[in-house]
């Protein structure tokens, strides 16, 4: 596509609920990214992509979030029984994958912004 | 741990002012540095990169930045800003393996 695309837009929840998170990056990028951001905080790296493997899962904030990739394409992030605390915007992002690694100029998607009540 | 700086929260100009965001990281090793701008209802996206050559880099829309290796720091500058350039400004650092970590945003607002 033309862009990153994310969805839901926007995703209120109650907390104790799971809910998905979808990027799809632009066509022909290998290389996928999540990022969280909360309030007056700055772009907290989630996970790394190249291809459908995650060499770098590093940030996940605890078990309760996963994320996966099929096909190279579309990835999912995934938050389990729903805490306030995660309530944020994430953010995906996608790059060539080319170079390795992310010293790749990203392209974001406008984000998901998750309320947990 | 390898973090980014961006000593100011929040920035409030008047039209034609000069603008210099600060950006400092911790890493002593190569780095490639980045500044994303995120405009109002807009996506984040690149303003300029420096990866090798040439410390000072011009990027989209008049804006500059310096890396000087010894400070640890890669400074946004523009000579003259406008009302368009209010928006939140990220510095971000680039040190090896996956990650490139983000410092926590300069808002700018700009008054016409």
């Known amino acids: 596509g033309a862009g990153v695309s994310q969805s839901p837009s926007n995703k209120v929840t109650e907390k104790g609920k799971d809910v998905e998170l979808r990027c799809d990056p632009i066509?022909?990028?290998?290389?996928l990214y999540w990022y969280r951001q909360s309030l007056g905080q700055g772009l907290e790296f989630l996970i790394y992509?190249?291809?459908?493997?995650?060499?770098?899962k590093s940030g996940l904030p605890s078990d309760r979030f996963s994320a996966e990739r099929t096909g190279g394409s579309v990835s999912t992030l995934t938050i389990q029984r729903t805490q306030q605390e995660d309530s944020a915007v994430y953010l995906c992002?996608?790059?060539?994958?080319?170079?390795?690694?992310?010293?790749?100029?990203?392209?974001f998607g406008p984000g998901t912004r998750l309320l947990v009540l | 741990a390898q973090s980014v700086s961006q000593h100011n929260h929040h920035v409030i100009l008047s039209e034609a002012a000069s603008l210099e965001l600060g950006c400092n990281y911790s890493?002593?090793?190569?780095?490639?540095l980045f500044w994303y701008v995120q405009y109002p209802g807009q996506h984040l996206q690149l303003l300029l990169k420096?990866?090798?050559?040439?410390?000072l880099v011009k990027g989209i829309k008049g804006f500059e930045a310096e890396f000087i290796k010894s400070k640890f720091s890669f400074n946004l500058r523009k000579p003259s800003v406008q009302w368009s350039d209010t928006a939140e400004y990220f510095c971000?650092?680039?040190?090896?393996?996956?990650?490139?970590?983000f410092g926590a945003g300069t808002r700018l607002f700009v008054k016409a």
């Open positions: 992002a996608s790059s060539s994958g080319l170079a390795g690694g992310s010293q790749e100029t990203q392209y």
């Open positions: 066509s022909g990028h290998t290389a």
């Open positions: 992509f190249q291809g459908n493997s995650a060499p770098d």
């Open positions: 890493y002593g090793g190569t780095v490639n």
């Open positions: 420096y990866f090798s050559g040439d410390p």
């Open positions: 971000a650092v680039y040190t090896g393996g996956f990650k490139t970590i």
